[in-house]
């Protein structure tokens, strides 16, 4: 299946020069979600996770439903003040600012091997952070998985040695 055909592009989204592509439309398209979450769900499995982790909101779209797919465990990151326990925190930068992510300091257990799952890798900084979350907890992440990767950002340099699973590709758009 051509994901690129599910994705709109939007120029001048959140703000001038940025290119924005939304996933919107893969989640109204019943097949193009089921292909994309077992796409996510298979490489789950090949990498032995037991948990995948997504930060709010796009990666919970293809996080949780990848999890129960692959018969493992989710656990959510979110914007500060949204978990109700005790929560660790980490800062990071975007192509556009910085932000702040949250988990609960219980979500993850020493040992578990975490697969990180979001919509998109740009330069990488929002899935450091949470990798920071997740070691921080005692666990190894074993792999990152992506709808859209833009290559020219090289977001997949900063994990050398992690397998990156992206299931499409832009490159300079």
Known sequence: MNLKDKIASIP????????FRDITPILAD??????TTEQIADFAKKVNADLIVAPEARGFFFGTPAAMEANI??????KPGKLPRETISATYELEYGSDELQMHADAIHKGQRVLIVDDLLATGGTVEAIQ????????????????????????????????VFSLTHYKGE
């Open 132 to 163: 920071k979350l997740v070691e921080q907890q005692g666990a190894k992440v074993v792999g990152f998985a992506f709808v859209i990767e833009l290559d020219d950002l090289k977001g997949r340099d900063r994990f050398k040695d992690i397998p």
């Open 73 to 78: 465990g989710f656990a959510p990151v979110r």
């Open 30 to 35: 019943p097949q193009a979600m089921n292909y």
């Open 12 to 19: 001048d989204f959140p703000k001038k020069g940025i290119m």
